[in-house]
């Protein structure tokens, strides 16, 4: 699952042995460590996320519930102030729309 949060981007998938837990992965460190500071990020460099924390599901589900009661914006490309994250969303937004077109 990709979470495209206005400060940050990460895709989570199933941990693969343990079932109550996620492993939460970002492009970027400081991205895992605003959403789940206190928590250890793994670094490697020979997979497609360079970065992963390991979360109970119950924990990024409060999360998102959390990022989700808190959004006071109108426009959600607006709200992201990091210029490499907006660029990319805005790409991500370009493609979405193609996609839609077609």
Known sequence: MWICFNDAFVSAVQ?????????VRARKRKHLE?????HKV???EDT???FRV??????????V??????IDYPNFKDSVRDDELHNLYAGFWFQ???YQER
């Not at 941990?15 to 492993?23: A, D, F, G």
């Not at 605003?34 to 206190?38: H, M, T, V």
């Not at 390991?54 to 999360?63: T, Y």
């Not at 519930?65 to 808190?70: D, F, G, H, I, Q």
């Open 42 to 44: 793994y670094k490697s």
């Open 96 to 98: 979405h729309r193609k």
């Open 65 to 70: 519930a959390k990022r989700v009661r808190e």
């Open 15 to 23: 941990h693969e042995t343990k079932p109550n837990l996620l492993k």
């Open 34 to 38: 605003r959403l789940f500071p206190g």
């Open 48 to 50: 497609d996320y360079r």
């Open 54 to 63: 390991f979360v109970p599901k119950k924990l990024f589900a409060f999360l």
